[in-house]
């Protein structure tokens, strides 16, 4: 997982107060797996972040979804996805793009330069916290994607 993205999950926990852990819907996917989600789904990108580990699809214990997409807006460090259809948002520090609608779900783009200063650059120990989190969450409760 890119480090940007770890630092990113830390900020927006802090962000929205919390001490929950994530749940993570979808990680890092091999171009295989890609491939076939994208063959099952209308909504899965051909050159996916995830598969630069990049990008992920998440929820938050004990947090509201609609706070949590606020949230991550909030922080501008890179693409944001909201998917309240399937209880999920999704993350990535890729480029900024263009916000699209589609029924009830939106996806919009920040800037990830913007996001990092509004994080205050996250300190190292937050970085190894995040890295456990993520680690902890796809051996033990989830299987990710």
Same mark, same amino acid.
Do not use: W
């Given at each position: 997982?890119?480090?940007?993205?770890?630092?990113?999950?830390?900020?927006?926990?802090?962000? =929205?107060?919390?001490?929950?852990?994530?749940?993570?819907?979808?990680?890092?996917?091999?171009?295989?797996?890609?491939?076939?989600?994208?063959?099952?789904?209308?909504?899965?990108?051909?050159?996916?972040?995830?598969?630069?580990?990049?990008?992920?699809?998440?929820?938050?214990?004990?947090?509201?979804?609609?706070?949590?997409?606020?949230?991550?807006?909030?922080?501008?460090?890179?693409? =944001?996805?909201?998917?309240?259809?399937?209880?999920?948002?999704?993350?990535?520090?890729?480029?900024?793009?263009?916000?699209?609608?589609?029924?009830?779900?939106?996806?919009?783009?920040?800037? =990830?330069?913007?996001?990092?200063?509004?994080?205050?650059?996250?300190?190292?120990?937050?970085?190894?916290?995040?890295?456990?989190?993520?680690?902890?969450?796809?051996?033990?409760?989830?299987? =990710?994607?």
């Amino acid at each position: 997982m890119d480090p940007g993205l770890l630092d990113l999950l830390s900020a927006l926990q802090q962000r =929205v107060g919390s001490r929950h852990g994530y749940e993570v819907i979808s990680g890092y996917r091999s171009p295989k797996t890609n491939a076939m989600l994208r063959g099952n789904s209308s909504g899965v990108a051909k050159k996916s972040l995830h598969m630069q580990g990049k990008a992920i699809d998440i929820r938050l214990n004990g947090c509201d979804l609609k706070q949590l997409h606020k949230a991550a807006l909030s922080l501008k460090a890179g693409g =944001v996805g909201y998917y309240p259809s399937s209880d999920f948002i999704h993350v990535d520090v890729g480029r900024q793009r263009h916000a699209r609608r589609a029924a009830d779900e939106q996806r919009v783009g920040i800037d =990830v330069g913007r996001a990092r200063k509004a994080a205050g650059h996250v300190a190292v120990r937050h970085l190894h916290l995040a890295r456990a989190l993520l680690m902890n969450l796809v051996a033990d409760r989830t299987t =990710v994607v």
